[in-house]
């Protein structure tokens, strides 16, 4: 059976930092598909960063987080993370986790379990 598992969510005010950490049972993010997506309370969810199945890194231009988040993966310990610097309000969301052999979307149901497996969510809050 496939798990994924987020962690790293919280509190924290506008400006601060979080890593978000997602690690996987019974699947490999290496030569996979893997990406972070945020649901806002409007039930939007929208692809933050992904990393190809090549290791190139995406960050969608409409999610305007480019310079602040960084993706990143650590094949020995088969996890991806996601480290939010100088965050806003705005960043706030369930963050989840997908990961598969097809190239995600920028927009998804979250879950969207055609696009691969997909963790629980971890909550990040940003307060002005």
């Known amino acids: 059976e496939v798990q994924l598992e987020e962690s790293g969510g919280g509190s924290v005010q506008s400006g601060g930092s979080l890593r978000l950490s997602c690690t996987a049972s019974?699947?490999?993010?290496?030569?996979?598909?893997v990406g972070w997506y945020r649901q806002n309370l409007g039930n939007e969810c929208v692809l933050v960063s992904m990393?190809?199945?090549?290791?190139?890194?995406?960050?969608p231009n409409s999610v305007s987080v480019k310079g602040r988040f960084t993706i990143s993966q650590d094949n020995a310990e088969n996890a991806v993370y996601l480290q939010m610097n100088n965050l806003k309000v705005e960043d706030t969301g369930l963050y989840y986790c997908?990961?598969?052999?097809?190239?995600?979307?920028?927009?998804?149901?979250?879950?969207?379990?055609?696009?691969?497996?997909w963790g629980r969510g971890t909550q990040v809050t940003v307060s002005s």
């Open positions: 990393i190809e199945w090549d290791g190139n890194k995406y960050y």
């Open positions: 019974g699947f490999t993010f290496a030569g996979s598909e």
């Open positions: 997908a990961a598969g052999s097809l190239r995600l979307p920028t927009d998804a149901k979250c879950p969207d379990w055609k696009y691969g497996y």
